[in-house]
C-alpha cells in the first residue's frame, strides 16, 4: 500500500497482516487498517495554522470558514460572527471563487428582494408571486448569509474535512489562496497548506479548532488595533519626560 503521511502510522498488527496475506486479498487487509493520528504532531501543525490565522488578522486580512457537513454547520456560524469572519455551512457554490463575479450578482439579487418587502413593491403582486419571491429569498438567504458583506476574495480559506469539501480546496489552490484544513485520515494532506491533522467528525473536535482558530482572529484583530493606538498617541516631547521623571521641588511655605 502506499506509506502513510507523516503525522499517520499504522498499527503494527493491521500492516503485518498486510504484508503477510496473499497478494489477491491486500486491498481486502488495507481497507481495514488502522490509521492513528500522532496528536503531538497535530499540536505542533496547529500552532503554525493558529500564528499564520493571527497574523493574517494582524495585517487586515480576512478569512472564510468553510464546513457544510450537518455536525459542523452550527459551530462554524457561531464561530464565524464571533470573530467577525465570513463563513459558508450550507452548500459550497460552485465557482464561489473562481466566479466570483457571479456570486456578487446573487447577492445583489438577495438585497433586491429584501429591498422589495420594505418599499411597497409587494402590494402591486400577486400572492403567488409574492411566495414565489420568498421562496427565493429563503434559499439565497441559506445560501449567502455568511458571505454577503465579502466584497473581494478571502485572504486564506478554513476547511473542515478537505474531502467532502474539495470543490472549495481546489477553487483556493486555483487562486493560489491559502488553505488551512483539518486532515483526518481519509484525507490528502498535499491539498493543504496548514494541515491539522486530525478527526472531522467528532463534535468536540471541531468545536476545538474552530474555537481556536475564532481566538487566533480575535487576538491578532486586537495586536492590530493597539498598534493603531499606539502610532496615534501624540509623541512625547524631551521637555515633557524630563518633566515626568524630575521629582518635584517643594516650596518654601511647605517647608
Known amino acids: 500500500p502506499p506509506p502513510p503521511p507523516p503525522f499517520f502510522f499504522f498499527n503494527d498488527t493491521a500492516t503485518t497482516e498486510m504484508y503477510t496475506k496473499p497478494s489477491s486479498a491486500a486491498s481486502d487487509v488495507y481497507k481495514r ?6 496528536l503531538g504532531r497535530t499540536a505542533k501543525l496547529f500552532q503554525e495554522a493558529e500564528d499564520f490565522v493571527s497574523e493574517l488578522a494582524a495585517n487586515g486580512q ?37 466566479n466570483f463575479m457571479t456570486i ?11 429591498a422589495m418587502a420594505e418599499d411597497g413593491r409587494y402590494e402591486s403582486l ?15 438567504h441559506r445560501n449567502l448569509d455568511g458571505i454577503r458583506k465579502m466584497s473581494r476574495l478571502p485572504d486564506a480559506v478554513f ?9 472549495a480546496v481546489d477553487e483556493a489552490r486555483k487562486l493560489k489562496i491559502p488553505v488551512i484544513g483539518i486532515v483526518d485520515t481519509n484525507c490528502d494532506p498535499d491539498d493543504v497548506d496548514y494541515v491539522i491533522p486530525g478527526n472531522d467528525d467528532a463534535l468536540r ?5 474552530l474555537s481556536r482558530i475564532a481566538d487566533a482572529v480575535i487576538s491578532g484583530r486586537d495586536h ?3 498598534a493603531k493606538s499606539t502610532e ?24
Open 224 to 226: 492590530r488595533q493597539a
Open 205 to 209: 473536535s471541531i468545536r476545538l479548532f
Open 33 to 38: 487498517l488502522i490509521y492513528v493520528i500522532d
Open 104 to 114: 456578487q450578482r446573487s447577492i445583489g439579487r438577495l438585497r433586491e428582494l429584501e
Open 62 to 98: 480576512t478569512l472564510l470558514l468553510v464546513g457544510t457537513k450537518r455536525q459542523a454547520q452550527e459551530f462554524v456560524q457561531e464561530e464565524a460572527e464571533r470573530c467577525g469572519m465570513y463563513f459558508v455551512n450550507q452548500r459550497w457554490l460552485g465557482g464561489l471563487l473562481t
Open 159 to 167: 476547511v473542515i474535512d478537505t474531502r467532502k469539501e474539495k470543490i
Open 126 to 140: 400577486s400572492k403567488k408571486e409574492i411566495a414565489k419571491i420568498e421562496k427565493e429569498k429563503r434559499k439565497l
Open 232 to 255: 496615534n498617541d501624540p509623541p512625547v516631547s524631551d521637555d515633557d519626560a524630563a518633566a515626568a521623571t524630575t521629582p518635584e521641588t517643594p516650596s518654601p511655605a511647605s517647608v
